[in-house]
């Protein structure tokens, strides 16, 4: 069902069901014979939401190769691909972490933080505090999840249970968020979600959130897409044909909104940012795999690191 304004999900549903996809293909990188990453969590989060698809791919019953396509059919991100790109833009995200914390900064947001276990997984100073903003349920279900697993969090985490649609930045600061120290933000597989001008609005509200000394880092989709819509929505569906075949049956090209948006990083430097925009296959050569050949690309996808 295509996206509306006031929708709902869960993490076996809708736009929900993307965060368990992702959870799926980090662990799938975790076991990879020379991983970038390494998120122990990822397999036993995907376990616990319970879409048989994600549980049989996150524990390896089920492979990437299984979902290639055959016979040199049309699939233009294979599950393989797929899962190194989750690698590299996981590895680019916590690695923006560390920068930010060898600066200095002593306060993160995770915005739309699904099942990201970064608070859990990574090694953070003493005096680190962190928010996580998301949906309630999404929420209280990682929470619950990693207690049942005996895991408490390596930092001062604050989760901040509401919708980005909704006054977030008084929820955030509510929850004990200074808006005067320095901030390390990063919204990961977000914008594509955002219709436009909510992308737009976003960054306006975390411009505003931050004091000189902030960094941001973000997935920027393409401003203009090189496929009009309709063909941009088929190719990503016959990325999922193999996935129905296993008994998944979710068409993610409806979750997107397409169309013409502002460039992020120019946006960014239109506002008082200094911005470094790293391409897909930069990214993934830095991280040492293979980078995507044209036709595996929906988009020049680029990860935009910013500095207030």
């Given amino acids: 069902m295509p996206r509306t304004d006031n929708d709902t999900w869960d993490l076996a549903s809708s736009v929900g069901a993307t965060a368990t996809m992702v959870a799926a293909a980090r662990a799938v990188a975790t076991r990879a014979e020379q991983p970038v990453i390494n998120d122990q969590y990822a397999e036993p989060l995907v376990r616990a939401v319970g879409v048989d698809f994600f549980t049989k791919l996150a524990s390896g019953e089920l492979t990437p190769a299984d979902l290639d396509a055959r016979d040199g059919g049309e699939t233009p991100v294979g599950m393989s691909r797929f899962a190194d790109g989750m690698a590299a833009r996981t590895r680019f995200f916590d690695d923006f972490f560390a920068s930010a914390v060898a600066a200095g900064v002593r306060q993160g947001v995770i915005l739309a933080s699904g099942l990201d276990a970064r608070a859990y997984r990574l090694s953070w100073p003493e005096d680190m505090t962190l928010f996580e903003i998301d949906q309630p349920e999404v929420l209280e279900f990682k929470t619950r999840t990693l207690a049942g697993l005996g895991v408490r969090p390596a930092v001062a985490l604050t989760a901040v249970a509401v919708d980005l649609r909704?006054?977030?930045?008084?929820a955030l600061t509510a929850a004990g968020f200074d808006p005067a120290a320095p901030t390390a933000w990063i919204a990961e597989g977000l914008l594509g979600y955002l219709p436009p001008?909510?992308?737009?609005?976003?960054?306006?509200?975390?411009?505003?959130?931050s004091p000189a000394g902030s960094r941001l880092a973000a997935e920027a989709v393409p401003a203009v897409q090189d496929l009009d819509d309709e063909e941009l929505r088929r190719r990503m569906s016959a990325s999922t044909d193999r996935w129905r075949e296993h008994g998944f049956d979710l068409d993610f090209s409806e979750l997107v909104f397409t169309g013409e948006r502002a460039e992020v990083d120019e946006y960014l430097r239109s506002r008082g940012w200094t911005v470094d925009a790293t391409p897909t296959n930069d990214l993934l050569v830095r991280y040492g795999m293979a980078p995507l050949n044209p036709d595996e690309r929906f988009g020049d996808v680029r990860y935009v690191s910013a500095i207030r």
């Fill in 166 to 170: 909704d006054d977030w930045p008084a």
């Fill in 197 to 209: 001008d909510a992308q737009d609005r976003l960054l306006d509200t975390i411009t505003e959130l």
